[in-house]
């Protein structure tokens, strides 16, 4: 069955240094993996997705995120973080086209100053 | 502007009470999802739906129906509340068919639910 492992919870980073958010899935064929940001009292919204082609992916707000097949890793970076940046991350895995996504369980992002 | 909104973003009920949320989408999309979420637990399905007047069920279905008469709109439905669906609940939509991955879900704000 497939699944989504985000193994940190919580994160604190200082603003202005790098990030990176741990996504591992379990899925026997290709996946199709996004990252999706939720701020305070909000909505979903995509960050990037993957699922083809180039292993890095750019996304929006100076995100980007690196498939590696090998250790079935799909983390999400940024080189600098900025204090707005604060908000839940959900890595996802997408099955066959057009089905529920599979959420992992969100990590929260604390920016300090 | 894409757009899934929902009819409430605060709601309270009491324990008994026959409840509906509903989801509106103006993308023309096929595919419309219920999800509830909870600190700790993430996002879970509640119940999905393809095309007008079809449903699947999600992981986490008890307790729970939709109706889906029209394109655009997808409601969820709670028979009889209870404290524990004292939650979130987002709705989201999508394109159905095309490349597998492309069909981003476009979430709504979420409606925070209590029930007492």
């Known amino acids: 069955a497939q699944s989504v492992t985000q193994p940190d919870i919580h994160i604190t980073v200082s603003e202005g240094a790098s990030l990176e958010l741990r996504c591992n899935y379990s899925y026997g064929a290709t996946p199709y993996l996004f990252w999706y940001v939720q701020s305070p009292g909000q909505g979903l919204q995509l960050l990037l997705k993957y699922f083809s082609g180039d292993t890095l992916v750019q996304g929006i707000k100076g995100f980007e995120a690196e498939f590696k097949r090998s250790q079935s890793s799909f983390n999400l970076r940024k080189p600098s973080v900025h204090w707005s940046d604060a908000a839940e991350y959900f890595c996802?895995?997408?099955?066959?086209?057009?089905?529920?996504?599979?959420f992992g369980k969100g990590t929260t992002l604390s920016v300090s100053s | 502007d894409v757009k899934v909104t929902q009819s409430s973003r605060y709601l309270v009920k009491r324990t008994g009470e026959k409840v509906f949320l509903e989801c509106v989408q103006d993308?023309?999309?096929?595919?419309m999802f219920w999800y509830r979420q909870d600190p700790g637990l993430g996002l879970r399905l509640i119940y999905f739906s393809y095309d007008v007047k079809m449903k699947e069920k999600g992981d986490i279905p008890e307790g729970y129906s939709v109706s889906r008469e029209k394109k655009e709109r997808f409601s969820l439905i709670l028979e009889s509340a209870s404290t524990n669906q004292t939650s979130m609940y987002l709705c989201?939509?999508?394109?159905?068919?095309?490349?597998?991955?492309?069909?981003?879900?476009?979430f709504g704000p979420g409606t925070r639910l209590t029930v007492l």
């Open positions: 989201a939509s999508s394109h159905h068919g095309g490349l597998a991955g492309s069909n981003e879900q476009f």
């Open positions: 996802a895995v997408e099955g066959q086209a057009g089905t529920a996504l599979i």
């Open positions: 993308m023309d999309h096929e595919n």
